[in-house]
T-cell receptor, first 110, second 118 residues
Framework: EDQVTQSPEALRLQEGESSSLNCSYT??????LFWYRQDPGKGPEFLFT???AGEEKEKERLKATLTKKESFLHITAPKPEDSATYLC???????????FGKGTKLTVNP | GAVVSQHPSRVICKSGTSVKIECRSL??????MFWYRQFPKQSLMLMAT?????????EQGVEKDKFLINHASLTLSTLTVTSAHPEDSSFYIC??????????????FGPGTRLTVL
């Protein structure tokens, strides 16, 4: 059973069309939930870390939220340069290991 | 922000040869480095965790004699794929972490190395 499930697998938006990406997790004792952006052929780029339910963080057009079961990455008025694969990863208590979801491939059309 | 580099970015080798990949933290000291493998359209899968000066801890199913990891200093870790075979072709990514920064537990990723074994 996957510990981290991301949905949808792929999402196409028009420029300016806001939407949300979902990351659900089943680990116990969450130490942290991480969002990364990955461009083709590149390593993941850190976006956010969330530690407790109710926490929210924002960066430009992105906003990440966390509940006890899932996290959302909200994208407001996206631009074509926001096109990338967005990865969610969780870290269990007592471990430094990150367990990644399969990602959501976002395409923003001009 | 913290920068992690990898070298080489791409490598093509013949089956049976060994390949070494370097991972460096450029502007911070990494107490822990991680090695991941990513197949096309798949998630990052952790291969091993290495702490400076000690033996790496491998994930279940990863052959430690095939994937040799050395973390000799706080800024350098190497992954050597020994006797590479076509099924080892993949995108290898390292990350580095330190508890000494203001952002606890954050892992900084390198740009990845594309390995193709012919």
């Amino acid at each position: 059973e996957d510990q981290v499930t991301q949905s949808p697998e792929a999402l196409r938006l028009q420029e300016g069309e806001s939407s949300s990406l979902n990351c659900s997790y089943t680990v116990s004792g969450l130490r942290g939930l991480f969002w990364y952006r990955q461009d083709p052929g590149k390593g993941p780029e850190f976006l956010f870390t969330l530690y407790s339910a109710g926490e929210e963080k924002e960066k430009e057009r992105l906003k990440a939220t966390l509940t006890k079961k899932e996290s959302f990455l909200h994208i407001t008025a996206p631009k074509p340069e926001d096109s990338a694969t967005y990865l969610c990863a969780v870290q269990e208590g007592g471990s430094e290991k990150l367990v990644f979801g399969k990602g959501t491939k976002l395409t923003v059309n001009p | 922000g913290a920068v992690v580099s990898q070298h080489p970015s791409r490598v093509i080798c013949k089956s049976g040869t060994s390949v070494k990949i370097e991972c460096r933290s450029l502007d911070f000291q990494a107490t822990t480095m991680f090695w991941y493998r990513q197949f096309p359209k798949q998630s990052l899968m952790l291969m091993a965790t290495s702490n400076e000066g000690s033996k790496a801890t491998y994930e279940q199913g990863v052959e430690k004699d095939k994937f040799l990891i050395n973390h000799a200093s706080l800024t350098l870790s190497t992954l050597t794929v020994t006797s590479a075979h076509p099924e080892d072709s993949s995108f290898y990514i390292c990350s580095a972490a330190t508890s000494g920064t203001s952002v606890y537990n954050e892992q900084f990723f390198g740009p990845g190395t594309r390995l193709t074994v012919l």
